[in-house]
């Protein structure tokens, strides 16, 4: 299925909003609370908002039924695949490495949940490989490519000329990433003619700290841009 920029007498569905890296309890009720779709629990040890797999199973628990759960992950080996989908029991795996198509389409078989592929963006040229995930993945994900020797391959409060996303025949459940806040998303929405956001630093007061507010104001900005 492809994205196409709804006519007039077409249904248009409210923009739905992804909130990643939540660690504690009280900012996932906040992003529960907010009416997020999705909810993203990161584990990768280099990241500021890193949960170990036990953390990420009794956040997972607590929203269940109430979201979509999300386990990220980056470069993953079987192993670490077959626990965390036992562990957490995500709706969803996110990827977040360098994992080729061929590693994409195998964890999907492997682990037998739908799998979103992060593909970092930072001019055009990044969208070449963009119809071989699509081809084996239930979802992308746009994010800002990461700056050289950036230790994390997003959630870093960058974001990505939009504009050329302008006119591109896009998979349908393509999410948008990267410098997202309450400020901007509106703006990302109407420029890209996406359907779905994901934000992280975007709605923290430092890097791995959730703001309540700011997930309330965000969720509130993405729902009004349509």
């Not at 990161?42 to 607590?62: E, G, M």
């Not at 939009?162 to 990433?177: K, V």
């Not at 934000?199 to 309540?212: F, I, N």
Request: proline share 7%; hydrophobic share 50%; net charge neutral.
């Amino acid at each position: 299925m492809r994205y196409k920029v709804p006519m007039a007498s077409e249904t248009v569905f409210p923009p739905r909003v992804k909130i990643c890296g939540l660690s504690t309890e009280d900012t996932l009720d906040a992003a529960l609370g907010a009416g997020a779709d999705w909810i993203g629990l990161v584990h990768f040890p280099r990241s500021p908002r890193h949960v170990d797999l036990a953390r990420a199973a009794a956040l997972s628990a607590r929203a269940r039924g109430r979201a979509e759960r999300v386990v990220l992950l980056v470069d993953p080996d079987d192993v670490l695949l077959i626990r965390a989908v036992e562990v957490v029991d995500p709706d969803l795996i996110q990827l977040h490495g360098r994992e080729t198509p061929e590693r994409v389409a195998a964890i999907r078989t492997l682990t037998g949940r739908p799998v979103m592929k992060a593909i970092g963006v930072a001019t055009a040229a990044d969208l070449t490989p963009l119809a071989a995930y699509a081809a084996v993945a239930d979802r992308i994900l746009l994010d800002a490519k990461a700056p050289p020797g950036a230790i994390l391959p997003g959630g870093n409060g960058r974001r990505f000329d939009w504009t050329i996303l302008a006119g591109l025949d896009l998979p349908r459940d393509t999410m948008l990433s990267g410098g997202l806040d309450a400020a901007n998303v509106a703006e990302a929405l109407a420029c890209t003619g996406l359907g779905a956001v994901d934000v992280s630093s975007g709605v923290e007061s430092e890097p791995g700290v959730k703001d309540p507010e700011r997930i309330a104001a965000f969720v509130a900005a993405a729902r009004a841009a349509r």
